[in-house]
Structure formats: C-alpha cells, structure tokens
C-alpha cells in the first residue's frame, strides 16, 4: 500500500491542505480535472466574512472566526514562500439597510454579535455615509464588520499552488477521479480514468463535484452545485473601499478599482453559463447601492459552481472508512475556510486533537 497522501482536487482547500501536509512531512499527491484553483476557487469574491456572512452564533461561527484570524499571517507565509501577494486587504465590510425590515434584521443581527463579543457598530445613514460616501443616500443604516476582510481569491489559488509545489507536493492535473477503492473498511486507492493509484490516506477535496465519486461510504449530507454569476466592473480611480454587504448580494472593492458585483443563487446542476437575467439583477444590486457604478465599465463576467449542502454545514473530517478525510461542502464560505481547514485536516492526519470541535461537521 502507497505511504502518500491522495487529495482529490486542487482548489484551495487541496491546496491548502497539501502546504501543510508537507509542512508535517507527508507525501502528497494532487489530483485535478482542470487547472489548480481554475474551478470555483477562483470564481470567488474573496470575502472573509466571519460577520457579515453568518445568521448566528455557533459551531460554525467559530469555525469561520478562527480561520478568519488565520488570513493575516497565511498571507505574510505565502508570500515569503512564492513571492505572491494574496491581496489580503482590511477592508472592513458595511452590511447595508436599504429599508426599515432590512434595518430590523441588521440590528437583530448585531444583537447576538454583540452578546458574542464580537466588533460590530451600528450606523444611522449619516454615519454609514461619512464612513462610505459612495453609499447609497436611500439606506436606511449599516451595520459596520471592521474585522471582515478581503482577499483575491484568484491569487490565493495561484499562490497556495505554487507553495505546494515548491514544499514539494506533486500534481497531476487533467485527471479524471472516478471514485475511491477500499478493503476490508480501509482506503486502498483513487480509480482515475487514466487507472488506479494506490493510497492509504485519500483527502476528499472535490468541491461541487465530490458526491460524484463512487465507493464513498453514505454521508451526512450531499454535495451539489449551485451556481453564481458575477459582474467586474472597472473604475479609475477606486470608487469607494469598503465592501458593501447587502440583502440581495454585495460590491467587492479592489484597491486596483475592479469591483465584483455578485452573486446569484441558481440550483441548475453544472451549467456555469452567465445569463442576461442573472446580469441583470446582481448589477442592479450594485448600483442600488453604489450608485456611482452606474457609470463604470464592466470588464468581464463569469460563474462559479458552489459546493453547497443539504444541510447548510461543510462536510469536514474523518470519514467512517480508515484513511478517508473530507474537506469539502463549504458553499458561499470556501476562501474564508480555506486557512482553518488545511490545519484541521493537518492535525487529523498527526492523529492529533483537533483545536476546534467540529463533530457538527462529521462526514
């Protein structure tokens, strides 16, 4: 039986968790259909909301709030390693009230945070406004997240591929993963369409696609894809520099005068096709709420397939064949899960004690 690590897929969680396999001194082999990070990593606005993209308090909370305070230090890491800068900006996020039901729900939510501990204030218009004037002057208020940032999610793939590569973990891209091959209850391989390759230990990081492998033993909850469109525009010079967090989608900033507009919700299997509906509302949406991009360039467009679950929680640990791991299902929260993840999937692989309890998110 192979001694290396197979990870199933080469986005940012495989690839996040192959830098610190290697770091703990495992072999670790990727295997990827596309390009690394090509898929819906980098399909993402990068939002590290552990606020402003979370309903309430809980297993999850934490989850997001401990890898949140991860990204500071993974970027200065990254880049020391590759030379890559991540894009890592303290951007603060605004979650935006547009009307006074937005506004209740905007308080109430800042209820709870406060209770948590955590920093959030509340802006009336005229605060939210002298904070980002961009903002619209039809808001009602703003709940202000100065702890929730951004990254670029493209180069955080690219950056996370090249630290694996260059600690020593091996790729092979262009590669089909049928399914996983098991003895007795214990891993034994990956089936490719290329043949099999012997393994021990198999981390399932697929994404959107990982309930498509056969041999997996039954799970919590399914993986499907949901689809997001997104618009970039173009502004010079930058607009406006905070994220805008609103009911029906958010603005995403860059300090290079891009702006992402997204995202759509769309259960529609793995079509990834920009549509003049989807268009149409997420740039509508922006420009409710930065009216100013009325006047910009769009760029480009794109869409992305969302690794969402039934149940709304990542699929992440061990999985109840010996040597099986996930770290997949994390929907609208992938890059700002991504630092959290490689490390619990380290540990689970030391067999030491994870920091974080995360029996809610059991296989």
């Known amino acids: 039986m192979s ?3 197979v990870i199933i897929g080469a986005g940012v969680m495989g ?3 192959a830098v610190r396999l290697r770091q703990a001194g495992f072999e670790v082999l990727l295997l990827e259909r596309a390009l690394p990070g090509a898929e819906s990593s980098a399909a993402a606005a990068g939002i590290l909301g552990a606020q402003s993209e979370v309903s309430q308090a809980g297993a999850f909370l934490e989850l997001c709030l401990a890898s949140r305070a991860r990204f500071r230090d993974l970027c200065q890491e990254l880049t020391e390693i590759t030379d890559i800068d991540i894009g ?3 951007s603060g996020v605004l979650e935006v009230a547009l009307d006074p039901a937005e506004g209740r729900l905007a308080a109430g939510r800042a209820e709870w945070m406060l209770d948590r501990g955590l920093n959030v204030e509340l802006l009336d218009r005229e605060d939210a406004r002298k904070l980002e004037p961009a903002l619209t002057e039809q808001m009602i208020g703003a709940n202000y997240y100065p702890d929730d940032h951004q990254v670029d999610s493209v180069l955080l793939g690219k950056a996370l591929a090249a630290a694996a590569q260059r600690l020593g973990a ?5 590669r089909t993963v049928l399914g996983i091959e098991s003895h007795q209850g214990r891993v034994t391989g990956v089936e ?3 043949g099999l390759i012997p393994a021990g230990r ?3 990081a697929g994404g959107a696609w990982s309930s498509r492998l056969h041999g997996l033993p039954p799970l919590r909850t399914k993986v499907k894809p949901m689809a997001g469109q997104i618009a ?6 930058p607009l406006f520099r905070h994220v805008a967090y609103g009911f029906s989608g958010y603005v995403v900033p860059r300090a290079d005068g891009r702006v992402l507009l997204g995202s759509t919700l769309e259960d529609r299997g793995f079509d990834k096709a920009v549509t ?3 268009l149409h509302r997420i740039l509508g949406m922006g420009i409710t709420m930065i009216p100013g991009l009325a006047e910009a360039r769009i760029d480009q467009t794109w869409s992305g397939l969302r690794p969402a679950t039934e149940d709304g929680s990542p699929i992440l640990g061990r999985g109840s064949l010996e040597g099986l791991f996930y770290a997949t299902g994390h929907y609208r929260n992938g890059i700002l899960l991504t630092a959290i993840t490689a490390d619990l999937i380290r540990d689970l692989l030391l067999e030491q004690e994870p920091e974080l309890n995360i029996s809610e998110f059991a296989p």
């Open 15 to 17: 690839c996040a968790s």
């Open 170 to 174: 091996r790729f092979e891209s262009g």
């Open 3 to 5: 001694d290396q690590i």
């Open 232 to 237: 970039q525009l173009d502004t010079r010079p």
């Open 88 to 90: 890592y900006e303290e």
């Open 202 to 204: 198999v981390v399932v």
């Open 276 to 278: 003049a509906g989807g």
């Open 192 to 194: 490719t369409a290329e």
